[in-house]
């Protein structure tokens, strides 16, 4: 048997370890008995947040995805630009809350604000990197970071 080494942070404590390290206590709910739960080893709360880290990028029509690894580029050089990156837990959150939400066919979708109205490529990375300037001055605990603030870190 493996043992899980995803990231992960208790919810009340903030205590952050592997899931491996959560011990496996007796569950306490009705219709689990003789089950076990994980529980946090410092404070016995049973809820984490998983802390896989993901990365966010945009494609040249503004849309948003969310994935463990940025797409390779195409033949052609095209490809997505890596736009943030956090805890798997945070990332989708904050970026619905800064990115615009698709209507009509692109509903349920991010976009990059002013990406998809952009008549062409200059005014596109125009939008985009005012956008990014925009998040980078939002507060934020959880560990996103988004564009400018990945390229001073690398610095």
Known sequence: ???DTTPVKC???RHACTRGEWLDVPSKRKF???????????CGCRCYYDCTPQVAWCWSSGLI??????????????GAIEIASGPMYALQGHLSAVARHGKGASAGKLLVPGVPEAED???KIEA?????????????R??????????????
Do not use: H, Y
């Open 1 to 3: 048997m493996s043992i």
């Open 11 to 13: 919810t009340r404590c």
């Open 32 to 42: 689990f008995i003789g089950c076990t739960e994980k529980a946090c080893p410092r």
């Open 65 to 78: 995805e969310v994935g463990d690894a940025l797409p390779s580029d195409k033949p052609d050089g095209s």
């Open 121 to 123: 490529q200059g005014a």
């Open 128 to 140: 985009l990197a005012a956008w990014l300037a925009w998040c980078g001055k939002r507060k934020n």
């Open 142 to 155: 959880s560990g996103v970071v988004f564009g400018k603030e990945r390229r001073d870190a690398a610095r």
